[in-house]
């Protein structure tokens, strides 16, 4: 059974910066696709950005240029580093393979404040 456990999120005024991580188990993780989605009060979950099993990257128009998106097989972790926050993505962050057919972890709340 596959687990996500998603770290990393907290209180950030605007302009700052969070690292988020995801450690996926239960799963080969290096053979997926991994994405970050977030759910925003009030939203439906949106994708943020996602990395091939080969490391290409995409991202949502909104994420672009201030969020990369990283991984670490090793670690069977994957990263999403977020610069220069504004306070409109305050949400709920999660991780899922690309096509977010797994369970869904906890999520790790972000909100950007100040």
């Known amino acids: 059974q596959v687990q996500l456990v998603e770290s990393g999120g907290g209180l950030v005024q605007p302009g700052g910066s969070l690292r988020l991580s995801c450690v996926v188990s239960g799963r080969i993780f290096s053979i997926y696709a991994m994405g970050w989605y977030r759910q925003g009060p009030g939203q439906q979950r949106e994708l943020v950005a996602y990395?091939?099993?080969?490391?290409?990257?995409n991202y949502a128009d909104s994420a672009k240029g201030r969020f990369t998106i990283s991984r670490d097989n090793a670690k069977n972790t994957v990263y999403l580093q977020m610069n220069s926050l504004k306070p409109e993505v305050t949400a709920v962050y999660y991780c899922?393979?690309?096509?977010?057919?797994w369970g869904w972890g906890q999520g790790t709340q972000v909100t950007v404040s100040s």
């Open positions: 899922n393979e690309s096509g977010a057919t």
């Open positions: 990395i091939t099993s080969g490391g290409r990257t």
